[in-house]
């Protein structure tokens, strides 16, 4: 009979002594919604899973002033439910709550979306523009890696055969910031067939300072485009500029290789992934222009009538 | 391996291969037939049960993931003697057709309520997102909720 | 049976039979059904598209613990079986695979893991084929071949006036070329095929459309004696066309017969929907030309389909040919099908209508445009009303009023109804009842039409990338059909005054057992409550067509109505001469009482009610003729139904405001509203499902569904992560429905039928609306991607033709 073992490690030490002992016959599940339905369909065969659903210390959030943690076992709709008025709170639960339906949503994981590495992932593109660091562990030691470091291929990591996600960690910018998410699918419950994300900050509250703009669903792994980004460097907030917005788009959509697949065609992911930068950038940019969040634990700023 | 449950109300020890998900668990081993697999791929939420009171897929999770949560089936809810509030509305309104997707969206429908007692149509057809209704029944299912939700305003229910 | 007459429970909506079951999730469907010792099979199928089977080695199979026994072509008869309405026509196994998933053998065993474990373990040796994915391809001399009768069935052509002069006289003429890909059911809730044999018999347990049709093919399946099949149609979860008869269920009979053993054979959400039916893949070449003044001249439609691997029909439904021809003075229709080695394609919800329908809609409104007229006003001017005549054929009879033997044989039927029933009926070949022209009217004012549109191909709303408009779409299709059989229905009373209806219908979510049982309890007179009904056992229902075509309330309603009039009469004749001593014209019942006629009288004029018998009074008492009490009484129709294809059809009309974002091509439905002639409603919330199901369901054809082959024709996308479908989210979620109740003289209480046409109408509604916002006609399905093309396409043309600016 088709079956395979079952362990459940109570901390993260158990799980990588348990991954380091049983090597790549092991695999990691914590929602399962990915590794059991390839499972199923046969595109994959086990002989252990490792439940980290269990480890209690995996799924805790955390802030401080400059950084978020997010633990790894941090469910889509924890994640979509939470309540705030921090930018990344914003930007991450509506991010979440557009991903997959609510009911998978109670079980998917953001390290499980993260570790599975799909192109259209909506959380890997997301934390990619928010230059988010995965925390890595394993017996022989722990080790962080830059998103753009950790997403290899399609449904490729940078993960060794003993090592597994811990927390991932999103850095909070000093300067007032802004992030956008913005896709585009067939229907309402759908992969994305193209996607951006955008994480604006503004120093002196007219124009961006610091951006980051990164395509998904359009190449192997989240595709950063920093020519976009420097274009955008500069721009008014409340006035944007449609060439700079366009140039950005271009340039964003050079930095990707989209292939056709039974979604959508190559050409629709190209036409398409420039809109919705330019949105994602208008999107971030209003939401600084209204200076609607305070970075936590810093005071507004005052006199800017905001 | 033991595998230990607990499902509308009541404990259960089962014996289980570890690969059983909470849906094959549910309805072969303790005959919640209620609990409905259609697409078998996490799509359709006609699998649909409700853990700690929050909508969840059952047809991909491992039972064995389910330990230590409470577990709700449409079971639970009412019987045909006793009917929830939200089943009645359901029939009232006639929110249904074929009846498949039935159970799974009066299970998310209850957890909708339990947030949030007064949705408008918008909101309940977005908390419904997950289910699809293959008749179409729409428009009479989310009539069907925001009946219920004023009849349990009116009778101090949950 | 006058639509005028004052009615107790029609037009009342009361909570369906099975409704407590389906909230409290008890229902049993095939997937629960379980048999005491039974058997899982599994069935093993083709990885070719086509192919020989030279060899099957199942040894290594049957040492499988658990494993219980296989069969193969070498097992199964050597004889054709048909489906309804020449869906199918094929032999079990014959050991040749038509399709990637054509049935090749099966496999018993303890539990479905070892059966399905046990399919690896047979060693198959193909022959591969030359094979043909597409209808034109197959024409082709020198074509694989996929039936043995051929690829291609005879065309099946409508044609009247002289179409060569109405070319030339036709002011304006519009063209298209629309190709449908395949929409697949997609249905909820899978099925199952639970077979069991005891001696020479077997009873075939699973979720049929039509259980009488299944017993008919078992029987000739197996060349055996129709006494011996028995076929028991369980609560379904949704169909639309995609079980009716099935070969899965003649391999779970020929497996349970080689095990000697019941045997359960349980498709996977996969095997739904790549593995057994879809809707044909369709090309629609038309053009059709109308005057200056917006009357049309001609229409005349070229219609391809294929039938993939099993189907053998050789036309769809196309009932838009009595829509928007029977006012038309000259014209031709011709519709053909040809096999391919796709999975078998066959009948889904609106057959032709859907397409064919949509692509005369979209001419009709390039007409309309250039003629200057809005789309209600062209609509209005130049579809269908009743006594129009009608034109549409149907399995190549043409029915045309000039056939003196046709038309005679029509009127012989119809004159076996008593006269006082039939006084309104209709003439035959001229559309009894229902329209879309007073429907248009008052749904277009209720949707606030004419303040939204404000000229073709012209948005209301114009902002940035967002751009609104509104459109609207007709439909039609037929009430059920009888050539190749009758619908047929019993009515028993039990002593006790209750009261069981036996009727083979399909149980896909229609609810039809309660509107049916409705229909019974208007005409007996006995509470709705104490009548029950017996939908899916062919031992104890007479054989009946089934739920299809849409059937059941206008054909299946009909002789329910005859039958429950039959065993009336029955109770009013044993109770004028046992108790009241009078007439049974004298006599009626009320809330399961008999009265005389006279008290009945009095009593509505405001005087108390008296002298009633309860049924059950009647029925126990001792009788003068028997000296004992009835046991029960038997209703059963003693007239024939006059041929619904020669009068009745139903109609659709929708309206839909939408939004289309051009940079990303995403459509927005933003409101719809849903207008049914249906005639009578039976049960206003039940109809209200049936119409916007159907219209979520062709708004899905619209927008987003379509099943993707590969070149080994493989389906690419058989899930619902890839096949898409409409969610709560995509569709308003306070959609309206209307009804135009214009009343049938001969369906049961002035009803007619409804399921189809609803499926019809939203798709030229969205692709006309989408016109109206961006000025392109896109064809189906109107992903963003093909929006966005669509847009590029038109930009770049009129960057062509505007000199290259």
Known sequence: MRTFEYLRPATVVEACEMKAELGSKARFIAGGTDLMLEWRRGAVSLS????????????????????????????????????????????LASTASRMATPQLRTLATIGGNVCHASP??????????LDAVVAVAATRGARTLAAADFFVGVNQTALADDEMVTWIGVPLPAAPTAAAYQRVSRTSVDLAQASAAVRLSSDDGDTISDARVVIGACAPTPARSQEAERALLGMSLVAPDEKALAEAGRLAERATSPISDVRCAEEYRREVSKVLVRRAVLEAAAELARGAAPVAGRPRRAGRGV | MVVRLHVNGQRHELDIEPHETLAEVLRERLGLRGVRVSCGEGECGSCTVLLDGVPATSCLMLALQAEGREITTIEDLGTEDDLHPLQQAFIDEQGFQCGVCTPGIILSSKALLDRNPHPTATEVAGALSGHVCRCGAYTQIVRSVLRAAEEMEVRGER | MSADKRHGVVGTSPPVKDAAQKVCGTLTYPVDFELAGMLHGAILRSEHPHARVLSIDARRALDLPGVIGVVTHEEAPDLEWNGTFFNYRGRIFDGIARFVGDEIGAVAATTPEVAHEALGLIAVEYEPLPAVFDAEAAMLPGAPQVQTAGNIREPNVVEWGDLQAARSAADEVAVADVSFGSQQMAPMGRNAAIAMWSGGSVTLHTGTQTPSEVKDAIAEAFGMPRSRVRVVGLPLGTSFGAFWSNNFMMVACL????????????????????????????????????????????????????????????????????????????????????????????????????????????????????????????RIRNQIRPGDELRAAWGG???????????????DVTRQAPAALRENWPQHFRLSSGSTVEMLRSAAEEFGWREKFVGWGRPYFAEGPVRRAVGVGTGIHCCGEEMEGNTDATVRIMKDGSAKLFCSIGRQGTCADTTQAMVAAETLGIPLDLIEVEAGDTDACPWSRGSIASTTMFRTGFKTW????????QLLELAGREVFDCPAADLDIRDGVIYTTAALRAADSGGPLAGGVPIPYLMMRDREDTFGPTDSITGRPDFPMPPSMAFARHFAAHFVDLEVDVETGKIRLLRYLAAQDS????????????????????????????????????????????????RSTDFPPEATVIFAEDPEPVGPFGARSAGEAPTAAPTPAIAQ?????????????????????????????????????
């Open chain 3, 397 to 411: 009879h043409l029915l045309r009023h000039d056939e003196q033997g046709y038309e005679r044989l029509i009127d």
């Open chain 3, 562 to 569: 005859a039958a429950a009039l039959d065993a009336k009469r």
């Open chain 3, 255 to 378: 497996l349970a017969r080689k095990v000697r053993r019941p045997v359960k054979i349980e498709l996977s959400n996969t095997e739904c929907m790549a593995h057994v039916k879809r809707r044909h893949e369709e090309r629609c070449r038309a053009s059709m030309g109308a005057t200056a003044d917006g009357d049309i001249a001609f229409i005349d439609v070229h219609h391809l389909f294929d039938n993939g691997g099993y189907g053998f029909k050789d036309d769809v439904g196309y009932l838009v040919l009595d829509l928007w021809g029977a006012r038309v003075p000259a014209g031709r229709f011709v519709c053909q099908g040809v096999s391919t080695n796709l999975v078998t394609a066959g009948c889904m919800r609106g057959v032709g209508d859907v397409t064919m329908g949509s692509v005369v809609e979209r001419l009709a409104d390039q007409l309309a445009e250039r003629c200057g007229l809005d789309p209600l006003e062209f």
């Open chain 3, 679 to 726: 005639g009578t409603v039976v049960h206003p919330k039940v109809l209200e499902g049936q119409v916007i199901g159907g219209a979520v369901f062709g708004a899905g054809f619209a927008l987003c569904e379509q099943l993707h082959f590969d070149e080994q024709g493989r389906v690419m996308n058989p899930t619902l992560s890839d096949y898409k479908v409409l």
């Open chain 1, 120 to 129: 259209c992932a909506d959380m890997a593109v997301l934390l990619t523009a």
């Open chain 3, 769 to 805: 609306a989408v016109y109206n916002a961006i000025g392109v006609w896109v064809d189906v399905p109107m992903t963003p991607e093909r929006v966005l093309l669509a847009i590029e396409a038109q930009r770049r043309e009129h960057t062509t033709a505007s000199g290259g600016r």
């Open chain 1, 48 to 91: 252990h899973v490792v439940d980290l659903s269990f480890v209690r210390d995996m799924r805790a959030r955390a802030a401080t002033s400059t950084e978020l943690r997010l633990g790894a076992t941090e469910t889509l709709g924890e994640l979509a439910a939470a309540d705030g008025d921090e930018w990344w709170k914003r930007v």
